[in-house]
């Protein structure tokens, strides 16, 4: 892939995680600290059903909202992840000089302790 677009596409995936989760969390914000205070002054059937219609209405950006940033953080992860594969394939070919060789093995040792960082704190932090 060419590096400008390889570039233009990282930044964008990027861009749409991080809106995505902003979206979400600000929606669940304003839900919990403005919504819901002003919902316990209604009566309760007008709670009820004003509620129910909220929620409703919230629905397709919240459903898209997840897609976006699970389909974007997949997207960051395998980028990162088939670094890794890729260049230890790169290693093992011939005709790369040894310079090149100690910066790719630099590159898979960094590029995997972090990998195996990040997978062991979120296993730590998917624990009950």
Known sequence: MEPTVRAVLAILMRWIHIASVVTLIGGFIYARYALAPALAALPDAEQKTFGWRVIANFHPLMYTGLVT???????????????????AILYSLPGADQAKRNRWLTGIVISGLIVIAISGYLRWISMP
């Open 69 to 87: 940033i699970l389909g974007s953080g997949l997207y960051n992860y395998l980028t990162k992840a088939l670094h890794i594969f890729s260049v």
